[in-house]
């Protein structure tokens, strides 16, 4: 059930890359701005969180972190983990046309919305890291952000968040070519996620305020993985081998399932799209 053929996918190598080209080319075609949108986003977002989360609501980030660098780093990975989400989770609805005409592996289209999505976080992280540098040697206000030996296992984070992304929305696409609500609640429930995976505040502020639904948020994967990230690059938030292993663990385990249903759907969703 779980037939993932490198050897296949490799052949089809071409297809993927064209596939990947495809889909950084059409995001943003027509647009006046373009690619600059992969900037404008994130630095809006962290603009408008620090406004309201921190000068309005006095959400602390920690003494030497400057606030829009602490949401910077929240929004540059949660980025990363919503695109591949909702960029693979229509896979069956948005190709059933090319799907019913020529073979090809099909697990190609979602790894393809990984990829490009890839090339965009590579982009939002020079910007994060342009900002770091900033804020670094022009100013007084990050004395405390200091990335940490642990940033070397930053290439394995990134590959947890594609996988739990991938997987999850692996997961969706293949429910929505039968329950099509699902397809209305997927940009909703992507909105209610961020909230609940310390996007915009510390972890250790949800729990010393709101103690007895901290473990929602503690829980949550993508809680994990965001926290890794800030420690990593920042020196701020939870780190330990075993919330590394948990975020590793549960990242493969939504990439298998969502690999088995994706694998046993495409059988059969042509009948039912």
Known sequence: MI????????RYRDLLILFVKRDIITQYKQTILGPLWYFIQPLFTSVIFTLIFNNLAA?????????????LAGITSWNYFSSCLTGTSDTFKANQGIFGKVYFPRVITPLSVVFSNLIKFGIQLLVFISFYLYFVFFTTKADNAMPQLAIVLLPILILFMGLFGLGFGMIISSMTTKYR???FLVGFGVQLLMYASAVMYPLSYFKEKVPEYSWLVEYNPMTTII?????MTLGIGDFSGFKFLYAGLVSVVFFLIGLII???TEKSFIDTV
């Open 227 to 231: 926290e890794l990230f800030r420690y």
């Open 181 to 183: 609500d699902l397809t």
């Open 3 to 10: 037939d993932l053929n490198f050897k296949e996918i490799w």
């Open 262 to 264: 994706f694998n046993k």
């Open 59 to 71: 959400i602390p980030t920690g003494d030497g972190i400057p606030s829009f660098l602490f949401n």
